[in-house]
């Protein structure tokens, strides 16, 4: 069974910066894709950010040049580094693991950016 522990969330006013970290447990996690996704209120769960291996990394135009995403497979932890913060990035943010083609979910973290 995967589980997973998320943390880092909170609240922060905007242009500060904030770093989720989410351990992946249950699973192969070195050779797998993981990521975050987030959800505002009233509105759709979007992608973040991807990482498969080490260096290949995938980011929503919204958080493009604001966000890094990486991951220990030591610690089987991947984190997301959140800089600029702005309201809009106001959202419960998920992470997310792909093993044998099925997507897992944690329980999600939420990020407050008070204006």
């Known amino acids: 069974q995967v589980q997973f522990v998320e943390s880092g969330g909170g609240l922060v006013q905007a242009g500060e910066s904030l770093t989720l970290s989410c351990v992946v447990s249950?699973?192969?996690?070195?050779?797998?894709?993981v990521g975050w996704g987030r959800q505002a209120p009233g509105k759709q769960r979007d992608y973040v950010a991807t990482?498969?291996?080490?260096?290949?990394?995938i980011y929503a135009d919204p958080v493009k040049g604001r966000f890094n995403i990486s991951r220990d497979n030591a610690k089987n932890t991947v984190y997301l580094q959140m800089n600029s913060l702005t309201p809009e990035d106001t959202a419960v943010y998920y992470c997310?693991?792909?093993?044998?083609?099925?997507?897992?979910w944690g329980q999600g973290t939420q990020v407050t950016v008070s204006s």
């Open positions: 990482i498969q291996g080490v260096d290949n990394k």
């Open positions: 249950g699973t192969t996690f070195s050779s797998a894709i």
């Open positions: 997310y693991i792909i093993i044998y083609f099925q997507q897992h």
